[in-house]
């Protein structure tokens, strides 16, 4: 059983930053993919990025490459998610999530919801125009 919870979300205005972390506990994450997804009211929840168990491979969602960045700490067992230039249409709440599946290459995130098995309980970002 794994437990996420995520902070660092609040409102900011248009070409703002935040940072969010996602902590993990009840066990390691560390031999796991790691993803960030978001969900707007009314949308459905949309892969934003991912970060390899080793941290050597990153990935994004289409709408966010170049302006957001994940990063782990795994001896804190703690997942980061880095937002520059926020746009009013990354306004959502945010969730991590841990995929378990035991992948033959180390070099390989998955970008569907279903791969992932724990998520967090989200935190809200708004971001004004």
């Known amino acids: 059983q794994v437990s996420l919870v995520e902070s660092g979300g609040g409102l900011v205005q248009a070409g703002g930053s935040l940072r969010l972390s996602c902590a993990a506990s009840?066990?390691?994450?560390?031999?796991?993919?790691m993803g960030w997804f978001r969900q707007a009211q009314g949308k459905e929840r949309e892969f934003v990025a991912a970060?390899?168990?080793?941290?050597?491979?990153?990935g994004y969602g289409d709408s966010v490459k170049g302006r957001f960045s994940v990063s782990r700490d795994n001896p804190e067992n703690t997942v980061y998610l880095q937002m520059t230039s926020l746009k009013p249409e990354d306004t959502a709440v945010y969730y991590c999530?841990?995929?378990?599946?035991?992948?033959?290459?180390?070099?390989?995130?998955?970008?569907?919801?279903?791969?992932?098995?724990?998520w967090g309980q989200g935190t809200q970002v708004t971001v004004s125009s």
């Open positions: 970060i390899t168990r080793s941290g050597d491979l990153t």
């Open positions: 009840g066990r390691t994450v560390s031999s796991y993919v």
């Open positions: 999530a841990v995929d378990q599946t035991r992948y033959r290459s180390s070099y390989y995130y998955s970008q569907r919801r279903d791969s992932y098995t724990y």
